[in-house]
């Protein structure tokens, strides 16, 4: 027959180590959990991120494709303006070659040219712009042939201020104009073209 006393103390060592137990299984559980499960959850949740970021990518694809394509076509057609933009605008000055030009165009179109006078030069968004100042007499179908043969030439101007004035003796009508004249053209000038215009 056994000892009750023993008996208790047997039962009482015996939970303990059920518990000691059940606290070791759950000690591995959780170092099981942080080393094995907790990083791979991450790595699911990083692959699902990317699988999501590849379709949006890829829905996305065509768009994205398209926008290139027209802004590469809007690119090409600045360059293709500025390109020509720049042989219409010397580097320098040239005030004697344009006086020279203009004074062709007023010989044939019968226009006097009674004074012409460069002003100071004006630093621009990209460029260069002089005024000059002309005087001229002629017939009003002489100026109005004058005037438009200068908007064709290939040098970039335009006619600023223009006034002409009767005369009641003569058929001819004195006029004023003030000519800007472009050049020395900048790398970062190719928005001249759209804020200038010609006479």
Not at 5 to 14: C, S, T
Not at 104 to 110: L, S
Not at 112 to 137: C, H, R
Not at 167 to 174: E, F, H, R, W
Request: hydrophobic share 40%.
């Amino acid at each position: 027959m056994s000892s009750p006393v023993f008996d208790e103390a047997m039962l009482r060592f015996g939970r303990l180590l059920h518990y000691a137990g059940l606290a070791i299984a759950l000690i591995v559980c959780a170092i099981a959990y942080s080393w094995f499960y907790e990083p791979l959850e991450g790595d699911i949740l990083d692959t699902e991120m990317k699988i999501d970021q590849l379709v949006v990518s890829r829905e996305n694809a065509e768009t994205i494709h398209h926008e290139h394509e027209r802004l590469s076509s809007h690119l090409q057609d600045i360059k293709a303006r500025y390109s020509a933009l720049e042989e219409r605008v010397p580097l320098n000055a040239e005030a004697g070659s344009f006086l020279k030009h203009v004074s062709e165009i007023a010989h044939e179109e019968e226009l006097a040219i009674t004074n012409f006078q460069p002003a100071q030069s004006v630093q621009g968004n990209g460029y260069t712009a002089m005024e000059v100042m002309l005087d001229g007499k002629g017939s009003f179908e002489s100026i109005c042939s004058f005037f438009e043969r200068l908007s064709k030439i290939q040098r970039l101007s335009k006619v600023k201020d223009f006034s002409v004035s009767g005369d009641a003796q003569s058929d001819d009508y004195p006029m004023k104009a003030t000519i800007v004249i472009y050049y020395g053209l900048q790398g970062d000038g190719a928005t001249v073209g759209r804020e200038v215009s010609r006479g």
